[in-house]
């Protein structure tokens, strides 16, 4: 079973800055497109960003366009999320997924943001 193990998560003041990392256990990683994914207290979980599977073309959310980067390295099965100038609105476990979400979901990592 694939297994999803994302990190990178923590504290930061509002402004900052801060790079995600899932590693996936699958082999055939390159052959997904992968995505980011949040939820926030009470709020359903959310589509952040997602990158396809050979050139790698990036899609956002309207709330992270262009302050978000979100990139992949096939040979690590490993894909990044780049977040900067975060906002108190970032706050939220953020997990990594198939685009769409095929794979049981991981553990996540915490992204708090204080104002």
């Known amino acids: 079973q694939v297994q999803l193990v994302e990190s990178g998560g923590g504290l930061v003041q509002a402004g900052g800055s801060l790079r995600l990392s899932c590693a996936a256990s699958e082999r055939t990683f390159s052959s997904y497109a992968m995505g980011w994914f949040r939820q926030a207290p009470g709020k359903e979980r959310e589509f952040v960003a997602a990158i396809m599977m050979g050139r790698g073309i990036a899609v956002y959310a309207d709330s992270v366009k262009g302050r978000f980067t979100i990139s992949r390295d096939n040979a690590e099965k490993t894909v990044y999320l780049q977040m900067n100038s975060l906002k108190p609105e970032d706050a939220a476990v953020y997990y990594c997924?198939?685009?769409?979400?095929?794979?049981?979901w991981g553990q996540g990592t915490q992204v708090t943001v204080s104002s």
């Open positions: 997924n198939t685009n769409p979400p095929r794979l049981q």
